[in-house]
């Protein structure tokens, strides 16, 4: 390929297979186009209005300020971590949820796997 010549990404709204996602295989273009030259803004797709970091800084200052006047109202301390939950959708809470909730069983479960693999390594030498 030549220098400057490159296909651009578009945002034609094509939904992405989650193996696609779980691999980086929809930013193969981009990466090729990484490898060849420096990448320029306009070789990235652009952000949606709301992912933008204006966007979220305003979202959480409004969430902030509801929780201020809850304080001078009720005389609750306000807490930021209580606003930016509110932030979060349900979807969102539930995989946090999920993950913390795996993680926790893996760490419970790997030293019981790891002594019953032991045993039986160790019972299948006398044996």
């Not at 273009?29 to 952000?47: A, C, Q, Y």
């Not at 930016?84 to 979807?91: A, G, I, N, R, W």
């Amino acid at each position: 390929m030549a220098k400057n010549s490159y296909k651009k990404i578009t945002s034609d709204g094509d939904k992405v297979s989650f193996i696609s996602l779980l691999f980086f295989q929809w930013m193969s273009s981009v990466f090729k186009t990484g490898n060849e030259r420096g990448l320029e803004e306009t070789d990235l797709l652009p952000l949606l209005k709301e992912n933008t970091p204006c966007s979220v800084i305003g979202q959480l200052q409004t969430k902030w300020n509801k929780e201020v006047r809850k304080f001078r109202e009720n005389g609750e301390r306000p807490k930021l971590w209580k606003s930016v939950l509110k932030m979060l959708s349900v979807k969102e809470i539930m995989a946090f949820i999920s993950i913390g909730t795996f993680y926790t069983l893996s760490r419970i479960l790997q030293p019981l796997l790891l002594g019953y693999l032991i045993v039986s390594l160790m019972s299948a030498d006398t044996a």
